[in-house]
Every structure is written in C-alpha cells, then in structure tokens.
C-alpha cells in the first residue's frame, strides 16, 4: 500500500513538472485536485491552468505547423507501444500514461522544445486515437504517416505535402536558419522511436525551468 503511494505520488510529480493539466494527474493517479494543485504551485511558482480539456482533440489543431507536431507526436507514441507490447509491457491498444510520457519526452529531444506539443495536448491526442476519433494516416505521395482528427479545420490530406506547397510558392528563403527549421518540420513525422522502449522517464529537475 505504501509503495502503490510513492509511485503515484511520484506519477503525479513528473506529469505536474512537465505542466500537465491537474485533471490529467488526477485520472492517472487518483491523488486529491487539491495536492495536485498545491504540488504544481510549489513546483512552478504559479497556480495550476484552469478549463476543461477538449472533448474532441481536433479542436485544437487549428494549423498545419500544429498538425506536424500532432503527427510526431502520434507517430512517436505508436512505435513507443508497440516496442513496449513487443517486450510485454503493455498492451498496444490500451492507453499507457507512462507511454505517453516517454513519447513527449523522445518528441522534445527529436524537434525541440518549440517544436513539441505540451503534455497535455500529447495525453489528449493519445486518447482520441485510443477512442477512435483520431487515427494515423499514409499519404500516398509523400509515405509519410500523418495525424489526421475529427472536427478538425483540415480534411484528411498530408500537412507535410500542403507546407511543402506553401514552401515553394512563398518567396524564397535567404537564410539558412530558417531553411533548416523547415527541413526539421518536414522531416519530424518520419522519424523512427528507435530509442524509447516502455515507460521510461527523463528525470523531474529539467522540467521545473521548462
């Protein structure tokens, strides 16, 4: 009983120092909304976010900059359960909170921090492909796969082939930073979870500046 606390404690600890919503740690653990909010105040310094979370993850993804993210996002978190349903961790059809993590974190590490969603919109995307009101699609001219959601601004087309569109139709491109920032958004989705496997955490003190 007292080992099943310290290990929900310490879940709830490295969802709150990543800046998950209280509603999110609370589900995973079960801890009381009230010492998750005084635990992401001593962490941060500031009181927890309020409002509900999105019904329909689509909602949100109200760019093709924001879809490229969901899409590594969701690519990284496939491979990462099923590396972790191949070692007989969990099951690959079941969402895992552990997994989720692992795979923001790989995200962060892949494309950077500015070029990552937040925890909470990476737990929300695990969901809605869990439910089945998001899911991965192949574009059939680029083979990359791509996340594609319900109530969405976007139809079921690649983001990668519209930015790559709007790439060349825009003025060209006179630096060389901002050249490689676009091959990165490009290429993001396509990269391999070649070094998640199951639920593994990077430590709770790099996060508390992030």
């Known amino acids: 009983m007292i080992l099943e606390h310290h290990a929900r404690m310490r879940l709830a600890l490295e969802l709150i120092a990543r800046r998950a919503r209280v509603s999110i740690a609370h589900r995973e653990t079960g801890i009381p909304r009230d010492t998750l909010r005084a635990l992401y105040r001593e962490l941060h310094g500031v ?7 999105p019904t329909i993850g689509g909602t949100s993804i109200n760019s ?3 879809q490229v993210q969901a899409s590594l996002f969701a690519v990284t978190y496939w491979r990462c359960c099923r590396r972790a349903a191949a070692d007989g961790a969990l099951d690959v059809h079941e969402p895992n909170i552990h997994t989720i993590i692992a795979a923001h974190d790989l995200c962060r590490t892949l494309a950077g921090i500015e070029n990552s969603l937040d925890i909470t919109h990476c737990w929300v995307i695990a969901r809605d492909l869990y439910i089945g009101t998001a899911k991965l699609l192949e574009c059939r001219r680029c083979e990359v796969r791509f996340f594609a959601a319900e109530q969405s601004r976007f139809d079921g ?16 491109i006179t630096t060389e930073e901002t050249g490689k920032s ?3 958004s490009l290429l ?3 990269l391999m979870c070649h070094r998640c496997k199951g639920a593994s955490v990077s430590p709770v003190l790099e996060y508390r500046a992030g």
């Open 47 to 53: 009181p927890s976010p309020s409002g509900q979370l």
């Open 64 to 66: 093709r900059r924001r």
């Open 157 to 172: 087309s690649c983001p990668i082939c519209s930015l790559y569109r709007n790439y060349y139709d825009a003025p060209a």
């Open 182 to 184: 676009f091959a990165q």
């Open 188 to 190: 993001s989705p396509a």
